[in-house]
């Protein structure tokens, strides 16, 4: 009877950790934007203002951290947050299923003092319609700190511009909504090799998320 008596109590325990923990997982999360996508914090960011690509010094703006929970990667989403005392806009490209990214509001507006109350509604959505790809079978590419470099290994000419995507990480997560672009313009024959200096592309901290060239 004593041993039944403990084994009841420690199923008891364990179910009541199981859902402390559920609970834990949805206290953290802040808000659903639906689609397995989720604001899970809202803080005031200090430093360089990536939205734009200018890196120009901000301070107490209004930054989300946003979860993709999805098995499906992001192409575009546009948020709209309000609060009694505020509005705010945040634009992100390029999230991938189980990614995490650091947002900045579009206008660098000042973190909100009633930013625990605001609501977020995901004004537009939209996920890749066709799987990400580098195009290994393609090109070759190389990165160092501001410059990537691109290799046809085709076999035959690329006629079209060619236009590399790469974000920035932290820690795992991504640094801002901005996607950046590196574009070898007027194509590139079979064999041949080019540089274009980028100003945000780092060896350590950069991804390349996908290629794309034009086909003309």
């Given at each position: 009877?004593?041993?039944?008596?403990?084994?009841?109590?420690?199923?008891?325990?364990?179910?009541?950790?199981?859902?402390?923990?559920?609970?834990?997982?949805e206290d953290n999360r802040e808000s659903?934007?639906?689609?397995?996508?989720?604001?899970?914090?809202?803080?005031?960011?200090?430093?360089?203002?990536?939205?734009?690509?200018?890196?120009?010094?901000?301070?107490?703006?209004?930054?989300?951290?946003?979860?993709?929970?999805?098995?499906?990667?992001?192409?575009?989403?546009?948020?709209?947050?309000?609060?009694?005392?505020?509005?705010?806009?945040?634009?992100?490209?390029?999230?991938?299923?189980?990614?995490?990214?650091?947002?900045?509001?579009?206008?660098?507006?000042?973190?909100?003092?009633?930013?625990?109350?605001?609501?977020?509604?995901?004004?537009?959505?939209?996920?890749?319609?066709?799987?990400?790809?580098?195009?290994?079978?393609?090109?070759?590419?190389?990165?160092?700190?501001?410059?990537?470099?691109?290799?046809?290994?085709?076999?035959?000419?690329?006629?079209?511009?060619?236009?590399?995507?790469?974000?920035?990480?932290?820690?795992?997560?991504?640094?801002?909504?901005?996607?950046?672009?590196?574009?070898?313009?007027?194509?590139?024959?079979?064999?041949?090799?080019?540089?274009?200096?980028?100003?945000?592309?780092?060896?350590?901290?950069?991804?390349?998320?996908?290629?794309?060239?034009?086909?003309?």
């Open positions: 009877m004593i041993g039944i008596a403990i084994l009841a109590a420690v199923i008891i325990i364990a179910v009541f950790m199981m859902q402390q923990g559920r609970r834990s997982d659903s934007l639906g689609n397995g996508i989720y604001i899970v914090s809202s803080e005031p960011y200090t430093g360089p203002f990536w939205e734009d690509g200018s890196d120009a010094a901000v301070e107490d703006i209004w930054s989300l951290k946003i979860v993709n929970s999805s098995d499906e990667d992001i192409e575009y989403l546009k948020i709209h947050a309000a609060t009694a005392e505020a509005e705010g806009n945040f634009e992100v490209t390029v999230l991938p299923a189980g990614g995490e990214l650091i947002v900045l509001e579009s206008s660098a507006a000042a973190y909100p003092q009633d930013a625990e109350d605001a609501r977020y509604d995901a004004e537009n959505l939209a996920f890749f319609q066709e799987e990400r790809s580098i195009l290994p079978e393609q090109l070759t590419l190389y990165g160092q700190d501001n410059w990537i470099k691109a290799e046809n290994i085709s076999g035959e000419d690329i006629a079209g511009d060619i236009c590399v995507y790469y974000k920035n990480l932290e820690d795992g997560i991504f640094q801002g909504g901005i996607t950046y672009r590196a574009v070898f313009p007027g194509g590139m024959a079979a064999g041949e090799a080019e540089e274009q200096e980028v100003l945000h592309y780092m060896k350590d901290t950069s991804q390349i998320m996908y290629v794309t060239y034009d086909q003309e």
